[in-house]
């Protein structure tokens, strides 16, 4: 057994369409971040010299560039995350291959925290998903709604007259203003929306855990009726889930 003074780290990317994330975990410990437009080879290139990672896993919702690519090939034991990627629970989604890779990352996050027990994650966003997995560790699918910032666009896109209204704090229910009756519609609205699925899923599971993540996370912290876990960069962890699953796996006797 690896002492954990000599424990090894691993190196996990999450490459998204605005910006990619890439974390230093040791063991289930998050302990580097960065954050990047425009994720280069020395980026990586320091990470590797400052922690010496040796295991390294990439989820992207776009092509990787062939440098980076080729990078992480030759400099770690490297996979990326796919539909057919070994994962520590069971898959029920009946099109994996359609399933976002930030949506199973944040279950296998979900069920590592909370083992044993009914978890819903809410992924609060550009988009917001719901993702429920049981006490038996099947994955059953969830939902895909539009998040906050896309429900202020659309009243604007689709309409005339209504105004672009940027997310702001707002108290109340009843707008005085048009600006101030959107913000009630949008921030009420989906508060009520959080709610309203929570409890159809704690009325079907008993004793279920709430887990909510994601850019608009703060928003729904203390606003929300039922009792929730705030978890950020919940994809991250789920991905340094996966992979020391892989590890593991690799490293089992034939």
């Known amino acids: 057994m690896i002492s954990d003074s000599i424990q090894p780290y691993n190196l996990v990317i999450d490459y ?4 990619t994330k890439v974390a230093i975990f040791k063991k289930n410990e998050q302990i580097e971040l960065i954050i990047s437009d425009n994720l280069q080879i020395s980026d990586l290139a320091f990470l590797k010299e400052k922690y010496l990672p040796v295991d390294a896993i990439v989820s992207s919702v776009v092509d990787l560039p062939q440098q980076i690519c080729n990078f992480l090939e030759h400099e770690f034991n490297f996979i990326e995350l796919t539909h057919t990627t070994p994962v520590p629970i069971i898959n029920q989604y009946r099109t994996p291959k359609t399933l976002g890779r930030d949506r199973l990352s944040v ?4 069920y590592s925290i909370f083992p044993g027990q009914p978890v819903l994650v809410i992924d609060a ?4 998903t719901f993702d429920f997995i049981d006490a038996d ?6 939902g895909i709604a539009p998040g906050i910032d896309m429900r202020f666009k659309a009243l604007h896109t689709f309409t005339q007259r209504l105004p672009l209204v940027k997310n702001q704090k707002f108290e109340g229910l009843s ?7 959107i913000l009630s519609g949008v921030l009420n609205g ?3 929306e959080f709610d309203g699925v929570i409890n159809a899923y704690q009325e079907n599971y008993p004793g279920l855990k709430v887990i909510v993540t994601g850019g608009d996370v703060n928003f729904f912290d203390k606003k929300l009726k039922s009792n929730i876990f705030a978890v950020p960069n919940l994809v991250l962890k789920g991905l340094n889930v996966i992979l020391s699953f892989n590890v593991n796996k690799q490293q089992e006797p034939n």
């Open 190 to 192: 989906v508060i009520v």
């Open 175 to 181: 707008g005085t203003t048009t600006e101030e009756s």
């Open 137 to 142: 560790s099947k994955y059953h699918g969830g």
């Open 107 to 110: 279950v296998v996050a979900a």
């Open 125 to 128: 966003g550009t988009c917001v």
């Open 16 to 19: 998204g369409n605005s910006f």
